[in-house]
């Protein structure tokens, strides 16, 4: 009994003097989250670089706020450059700070800034001014492309469909390293509509749904083009797979589209210059962002599951470059507006970032847009009950915004006429 009471009163008694001035009251991070995680109901996942281990805080109990599970989590994993993120149910999920990457709260008050900056046509335009200078600036594109050779495209012979030819292109576009793609276009006889197509993070452009989606437009009337990203796909084969997690990859792949976009226009008879469309998805919405800003030439734009006031694009191809640093700030929906009044399509949905879409970017959007007197010319298509891919819907919905904007023809609209071509029929140099 003497040894259990000498044990009490040496633990309260450490206690006591663990939490003391003198102490700076501090308590190892391990045991402090179990104890907030009591407190307030929830569950902690630790992300595989997050280390609790032997790490002790400052003032612990101080940063715990009875009131507020988030803004207790906002003291604790600031001090160690951690941020928390609420997954599903009851569980929180603890990650180093990612720099691209906020939460939905400070994306509306992102919005709710910028929009104090114009409230009218001339003001915008002049932010809007600004923010083509400085991003073309930060991403150094004028110094890229200066370092370019633009050697003559080699182009693969012409492979005909029902209804649609596929052609490969590529491009050198600095020594030794080459702009890769394929050329979707229209059988009919006349002017298209041109459509650059940046891709996103998914298994390379030879997939079956990319392939079905460009052919789809080519059909209806359309010429569409496809590039590798930078380290992936025959692009790899030059420079590694880890050159694409790189700042080179982000002024790399807006060049990629930027020269394309440049060369059908220049060279090809069957392009109308009027109808100019740029359209992808997750980190290819990105881009078709940054190239809608870029290039004026472009007349529409469709960023599929991508845009967020809260969220730049999580790899180095996307955000690599601080172009969300220029006019002071900013993030995707500005740089998207920069198109206005020109018809635009964004398509979010439940199952990811974009899921704040209809409630907050949206309505900024159509705010801008509105001082064109053009709200109709910007549409969201949005589906709650997906997630994170061009799916059927998604391709629909891209579908009737390019034939409603560029009238291309709805009867020629079938997937089931696509000619699903192997990988290596689709490569030029490494197959």
Same mark, same amino acid.
């Given at each position: 009994?003497?040894?259990?009471?000498?044990? +009490?009163?040496?633990?309260?008694?450490?206690?006591?003097?663990?939490?003391?001035?003198?102490?700076? $009251?501090?308590?190892?991070?391990?045991?402090?989250?179990?104890?907030?995680?009591?407190?307030?109901?929830?569950?902690?996942?630790?992300?595989?670089?997050?280390?609790?281990?032997?790490?002790?805080?400052?003032?612990?109990?101080?940063?715990?706020?009875?009131?507020?599970?988030?803004?207790?989590?906002?003291?604790?994993?600031?001090? $160690?450059?951690?941020?928390?993120? @609420? #997954?599903?149910?009851?569980?929180?999920?603890?990650?180093? $700070?990612?720099?691209?990457?906020?939460?939905?709260?400070? *994306?509306?008050?992102?919005?709710?800034?910028?929009?104090?900056?114009?409230?009218?046509?001339?003001?915008?335009?002049?932010?809007?001014?600004?923010?083509?200078?400085?991003?073309?600036?930060?991403?150094?594109?004028? #110094?890229?492309?200066?370092?370019?050779?633009?050697?003559?495209?080699?182009?693969?012979?012409?492979?005909?469909?029902?209804? $649609?030819?596929?052609?490969?292109?590529?491009?050198?576009?600095?020594?030794? #390293?080459?702009?890769?793609?394929?050329?979707?276009?229209?059988?009919?006889?006349?002017?298209?509509?041109?459509?650059?197509?940046?891709? *996103?993070?998914?298994?390379?452009?030879?997939?079956?749904?990319?392939? #079905?989606?460009?052919?789809?437009?080519?059909?209806?009337?359309?010429?569409?083009?496809?590039?590798?990203?930078?380290?992936?796909?025959?692009?790899?084969?030059?420079?590694?797979?880890?050159?694409?997690?790189?700042?080179?990859?982000?002024?790399?792949?807006?060049?990629?589209?930027?020269?394309?976009?440049?060369?059908?226009?220049?060279?090809?008879?069957?392009?109308?210059?009027?109808?100019?469309?740029?359209?992808?998805?997750?980190?290819?919405?990105?881009?078709?962002?940054?190239?809608?800003?870029?290039?004026?030439?472009?007349?529409?734009?469709?960023? +599929?599951?991508?845009?967020?006031?809260?969220?730049?694009?999580?790899?180095?191809?996307?955000?690599?470059?601080?172009?969300?640093?220029?006019?002071?700030?900013?993030?995707?929906?500005?740089?998207?507006?920069?198109?206005?009044?020109?018809?635009?399509?964004?398509?979010?949905?439940?199952?990811?970032?974009?899921?704040?879409?209809?409630?907050?970017?949206?309505?900024?959007?159509?705010?801008?847009?509105?001082?064109?007197?053009?709200?109709?010319?910007?549409?969201?298509?949005?589906?709650?009950?997906?997630?994170?891919?061009?799916?059927?819907?998604?391709?629909?919905?891209?579908?009737?915004?390019?034939?409603?904007?560029?009238?291309?023809?709805?009867?020629?609209?079938?997937?089931?006429?696509?000619?699903?071509?192997?990988?290596?029929?689709? @490569?030029?140099?490494?197959?």
């Amino acid at each position: 009994m003497r040894k259990l009471l000498f044990a +009490v009163l040496m633990s309260v008694s450490s206690f006591a003097m663990a939490q003391t001035f003198e102490t700076r $009251y501090e308590r190892p991070v391990h045991d402090l989250m179990q104890d907030v995680a009591r407190r307030f109901g929830v569950k902690f996942k630790f992300d595989a670089n997050v280390d609790t281990v032997g790490k002790r805080l400052a003032y612990a109990d101080f940063r715990v706020r009875p009131y507020s599970l988030e803004m207790t989590l906002d003291n604790i994993c600031k001090h $160690y450059d951690w941020n928390w993120w @609420k #997954q599903s149910g009851n569980l929180y999920k603890i990650k180093r $700070y990612e720099y691209p990457r906020r939460h939905e709260q400070e *994306g509306k008050m992102m919005l709710d800034y910028l929009s104090s900056l114009y409230s009218d046509k001339s003001q915008w335009e002049a932010r809007r001014d600004t923010l083509r200078r400085e991003v073309r600036q930060r991403l150094e594109l004028d #110094q890229f492309l200066d370092s370019c050779v633009l050697g003559k495209p080699l182009l693969s012979k012409i492979r005909k469909h029902d209804g $649609y030819t596929t052609q490969n292109i590529c491009i050198e576009l600095t020594p030794g #390293q080459h702009l890769f793609g394929t050329i979707y276009a229209s059988t009919k006889k006349g002017k298209h509509a041109l459509i650059v197509c940046p891709d *996103g993070h998914w298994p390379l452009r030879y997939r079956k749904d990319e392939q #079905q989606r460009l052919g789809t437009l080519a059909r209806m009337g359309a010429v569409c083009v496809d590039f590798d990203l930078y380290g992936w796909g025959e692009s790899e084969k030059e420079v590694g797979a880890k050159a694409h997690h790189t700042s080179r990859a982000h002024v790399y792949q807006a060049a990629c589209g930027y020269v394309l976009l440049d060369y059908m226009l220049k060279n090809r008879k069957d392009i109308d210059t009027l109808r100019v469309g740029v359209m992808g998805g997750s980190g290819g919405g990105t881009h078709t962002v940054l190239l809608s800003l870029l290039d004026n030439r472009v007349t529409a734009s469709a960023p +599929v599951v991508h845009l967020a006031s809260h969220f730049d694009g999580g790899c180095p191809c996307e955000s690599g470059k601080p172009v969300q640093l220029a006019a002071g700030g900013t993030c995707e929906p500005e740089l998207a507006a920069v198109i206005a009044p020109k018809p635009m399509l964004v398509v979010s949905d439940g199952g990811d970032w974009t899921s704040s879409v209809p409630t907050l970017e949206f309505p900024y959007l159509q705010r801008i847009y509105g001082f064109y007197g053009a709200k109709d010319k910007v549409r969201n298509i949005h589906l709650p009950k997906q997630r994170h891919d061009f799916n059927r819907d998604k391709r629909q919905a891209v579908y009737d915004f390019f034939i409603d904007v560029f009238g291309l023809d709805r009867s020629m609209l079938d997937e089931d006429k696509i000619t699903i071509e192997p990988d290596e029929a689709l @490569k030029s140099l490494y197959k």
